[in-house]
């Protein structure tokens, strides 16, 4: 079966600094996408970045990057210079190229100290 | 463009009502998503479509749940008769040829 596994409830992270959130997946497909999303308080899925699984170079979103370890099945997002405005639910979500079914992790609260 | 639109933000009915959710998906986008997000369940895929067409409603959790896109512009979800246990935020989503999906505000419905 396919999982998508956040294995932190809730991080912390101080303005400025940087913070990294963990996700891990399950799967025996080769072409996949992994994305993550963020959820602020208005309640929005807003996509922060996209990682096709063929792409060893890591995707790259300004203050936003991936460490996409596919071997190990592992994808993770680094959020550097954090800002208040990060602060939010984060997603990390899967899907097979070819289909249309995301499968979502059970999310990350991120909080942002000033 | 102005994204995914959903209606009602937020809706309040009592059990055994009727209540109607509304989706206009991104111009141009050819397939749209019905999830619910729930704290026991997080984010379910409920019906997607393509191109107007129902594709796969194998999440519908019930014969109460029903879905239909009568045009590109335009979807509902609708829940008859509603029950509490249906309460949750439902969100609608479009992508274009299956690319990464745009999410929209979503609606909080409450089942009293």
């Known amino acids: 079966a396919q999982t998508v596994t956040q294995s932190q409830p809730e991080m912390s992270v101080q303005e400025a600094e940087t913070v990294t959130l963990s996700c891990t997946y399950d799967t025996s497909e080769s072409d996949y996408y992994l994305f993550w999303y963020k959820q602020p308080p208005s309640r929005q899925m807003i996509l922060v970045i996209r990682?096709?699984?063929?792409?060893?170079q890591n995707a790259t979103e300004n203050r936003f990057s991936v460490n996409f370890q596919k071997a190990a099945k592992s994808f993770s997002l680094k959020i550097s210079d954090s800002q208040l405005g990060d602060a939010a639910m984060y997603f990390c979500a899967y899907k097979v190229s070819g289909t249309y079914k995301y499968i979502f992790g059970t999310g990350t609260r991120l909080k942002v100290l000033a | 463009d102005a994204g995914v639109i959903q209606s009602p933000r937020h809706e309040v009915t009592e059990m055994g009502q009727e209540v109607t959710l509304r989706c206009k998906p991104i111009?141009?986008?050819?397939?749209l998503f019905w999830y619910r997000q729930t704290m026991m369940r997080g984010l379910e895929l409920l019906i997607y479509f393509n191109n107007n067409v129902p594709i796969d409603d194998s999440g519908m959790p019930e014969d109460r749940f029903s879905a239909k896109m009568p045009n590109a512009s335009f979807s509902t979800l609708k829940i008859q008769p509603s029950e509490p246990r249906d309460s949750a935020v439902y969100f609608c989503a479009s992508s274009l040829a299956g690319a990464e999906a745009f999410f929209g505000q979503g609606t909080r419905l409450t089942v009293v």
């Open positions: 111009s141009g986008h050819d397939y």
């Open positions: 990682q096709e699984a063929y792409k060893q």
